[in-house]
Each structure stands twice: as C-alpha cells, then as structure tokens.
C-alpha cells in the first residue's frame, strides 16, 4: 500500500473509534452485518461476543499501525490465520469478514469521511489481510488444534492457579509465545494464555491463570479444574522472545500472571551456557501476588546474568490473604507500580525491553519508560488482544 492509502485507512479507523462508543458500535454492527448476511457462520461463535468483540478491534487497530511495517505485521497475520482454522474459518469466510467490515465502517465514518478512496484504500488493506491470513492457513498441514489433560491443579492463592497439562502430542512454541484454549465447562469460548515453561519433548505444558472478576473462562479455569479434564489447545501466537549469546541485553517487567511469558524465557535460557544479561522487574498489586519469587531467585543465583526486582504496589498483603510474604521477599520488597519502578532505574536505552502484563500495566509502563528516555522501539509486547 502507498503512504496516501495508508494514511486514509488509519485516519478513518480512528475517526470511527474516537466517536462515543465507537468500538463497541463498530463491532456490533460488524457482526450484525456478518451474520445477517452468512447465518452458518453464526455457529461458529459463543452466544456471548463481548471478548470477541474486543479482540477484533485491538487486532484492527494493531494491523493498522503496521500497515507501513509488513515485517513486522505479517508475522502477526500469518499466526492469526493459523490460529483461526480452530474456528472451522475457510477461504470463503473471509471475503464475507471483509465485505461485513466495509459496512461496518462506512456507516459510522460517514459520507464526508468515507470516499471512494477511502473506500479504495480499506479494500487494499483487506486484500492484504485476508490474503496472508488465508495463505497462512491453507500452507499449515498439522493440526488446528490439540488435545490435553489435566495432570495437576494448585490455588496458589484466592484468585490465582497453576495448571499443568499433559498434551496428546509435543506442541511446538517459543518461550514467550501465547496460545489459546478451550475448557470443557466453557465450549466454544477460547481464551489466551501464556505457557509458562518452555516447549519440552515430554508435551506438557503449564499455566498460571488469574481469575478475572465478571469473566466468563478465567473463574471456572481457577475453581472448577479438574485433574483428568480435557482440554484443547490452539496454535501459538506472538513474538517475544530473546537473542541468544550475542543478541543485546534485556530489561524484562512482567506483572502478576503476566510474568509466564517472561518466565518461559528465563528457564530456557537457564539451560544455554551464555545469555545476555536480564534484568526482570517483577511486580504485583500486593506481595502476596509475587508467589513465584523463589523460583526466579533460584534461578538467578545459579546464573549470573540474571538479576530479580520483586516489586509490589503496597507493602502489605490484603486481608483475605492468610499467607504472608516470604521472609526473603520482605527484606528486599519495592513498594511502587513495577513501571514506574522500572523506569526509575534509567533510561534503558541499550536494552531490549518486553513488557507483559494486563494491558493497563503495559500501557502505563510503556508510559513511564519512554518518559524517562526509552527510545519506543526498544520496547516490545504482545498485540492486547
């Protein structure tokens, strides 16, 4: 796409996302447009969008800030497309996507707005889309997902679970790679997830799931798991990760649950014999929300180039909690939000950084970095969808 498309394609999206309640109506619409005009496509959703709804805008606007960087946005597309046969999504379904979304957005950008050039521009885009998404899927010969059962379920505290599955066959991600799963309680309903150890031979796999208040998976995840359970997991997605030996040094800030991704990355680059240096922040709202501290601390003592910043936002645990802080936790606790904190220590600017975490967190963290002088293309994290 020329510069001129481009500028048109993201002037409009915004435009239409700036309205009051421009993203939830662009979605309803959307799928009220998809699904009038394709009914078996209709089956292939839960009864309840509201996720759904709000991964497709994020994605959008994602692709759209990188429609002048496809290196770096076709990588995303290419697991999107993968990633979506779990759905039973063919080629035909993507010309009824596309075709729904230009309704969709020309009845909200209006006459002024929507030009024929626009409209020219919009079409150029989904060409793209679509097109590396289908090819994407059709190109991929193994399964659109796997089987897994549960082999052990632990609350390591009220609101938070680590689930640990034993896939049908080896799965191949990155450390720092998402994937999406499905729980038999909640059909049809995937969810993303972070594995927090790396790919192994054995197949299994592990999760650290914080139960979200008013969500429909994350609860029935964290209470109701069942050893024995089945479960079934998708193609992963993402693209953090780390260089090897002679790659740049890191600064790593996960929050809570948010760590897995960054988790994963560690442990495998425990068993290199050379990493760049890392350094991890990891935070939470409270102490009690860093329970996987001793195994970082582990993990740092026997490797030199790791060093660990447990940082809380309060110095003391909430009232239901009825642990307490690790002793060792207590003496070396930071009270602060993890990014702020982060940024504290400099500017960073000769790091990689990643950042995982809710996309609150990651939002203000990448705030505060970049005031204090991280250049923005240092920073990475994943698409908030």
């Known amino acids: 796409m020329d510069p001129r498309a481009i500028s048109l394609v993201r002037t409009s999206f915004k435009a239409v996302a700036a309205v009051d309640g421009g993203p939830d109506k662009l979605t309803s619409s959307f799928y009220a447009f998809l699904f009038a005009r394709n009914p078996e496509i209709r089956e292939l959703f839960t009864a309840t969008m509201t996720g759904q709804r709000e991964r497709l805008v994020t994605a959008i606007a994602y692709v759209v800030d990188h429609l002048d960087d496809l290196e770096a946005s076709l990588p995303f597309l290419e697991q999107l497309g993968r990633d979506h046969r779990k759905y039973g999504i063919v080629d035909r379904h993507y010309a009824a996507v596309g075709a729904a979304l230009i309704l969709a957005l020309e009845r909200f950008a209006g006459t002024e707005l929507w030009t024929d050039e626009v409209a020219a521009a919009w079409d150029d885009a989904i060409a793209i889309i679509a097109g590396t998404m289908m090819n994407a899927a059709n190109a991929e010969t193994g399964p659109a997902a796997v089987g897994a059962t549960v082999i052990e379920h632990v609350e390591v505290l009220q609101d938070v679970a680590i689930i640990r599955l034993q896939l049908d066959e080896p799965l191949k991600y990155a450390a720092g790679q998402y994937i999406s799963v499905q729980v038999p309680s909640?059909?049809?309903?995937?969810?993303?997830?972070?594995?927090?150890?790396?790919?192994?031979?054995?197949?299994?796999?592990?999760?650290?799931?914080?139960?979200?208040?008013?969500?429909?998976?994350?609860?029935?995840?964290?209470?109701?798991?069942?050893?024995?359970?089945?479960?079934?997991?998708?193609?992963?997605?993402?693209?953090?990760?780390?260089?090897?030996?002679?790659?740049?040094?890191?600064?790593?800030?996960?929050?809570?649950?948010?760590?897995?991704?960054?988790r994963a990355q560690i442990m495998e680059m425990s068993a290199r014999s050379q990493n760049p240096k890392v350094h991890l922040f990891m935070g939470g709202t409270y102490p009690c929300d860093l329970y996987d501290f001793d195994t970082m601390s582990d993990i740092a003592r026997s490797n030199p180039w790791l060093t660990v910043v447990p940082v809380s936002e309060n110095d003391t645990d909430p009232w239901w909690h009825d642990g307490g802080p690790v002793p060792a936790l207590s003496r070396q606790l930071m009270p602060s939000p993890v990014g702020v904190l982060a940024a504290s220590f400099g500017s960073w600017a000769e790091r990689d950084v990643q950042i995982a975490g809710s996309p609150s967190m990651i939002a203000g963290t990448v705030d505060a970095l970049v005031a204090g002088g991280t250049p923005h293309e240092n920073i990475r994290h994943d698409p908030l969808i």
């Open 186 to 262: 909640r059909p049809r309903m995937w969810r993303y997830l972070s594995p927090a150890i790396p790919a192994n031979d054995a197949g299994q796999i592990e999760f650290h799931v914080r139960r979200v208040s008013g969500g429909w998976v994350s609860p029935a995840i964290v209470q109701r798991t069942e050893v024995g359970e089945r479960w079934v997991v998708g193609s992963p997605l993402g693209s953090l990760g780390v260089a090897g030996a002679g790659g740049r040094n890191m600064l790593m800030v996960g929050s809570g649950t948010g760590l897995a991704p960054l």
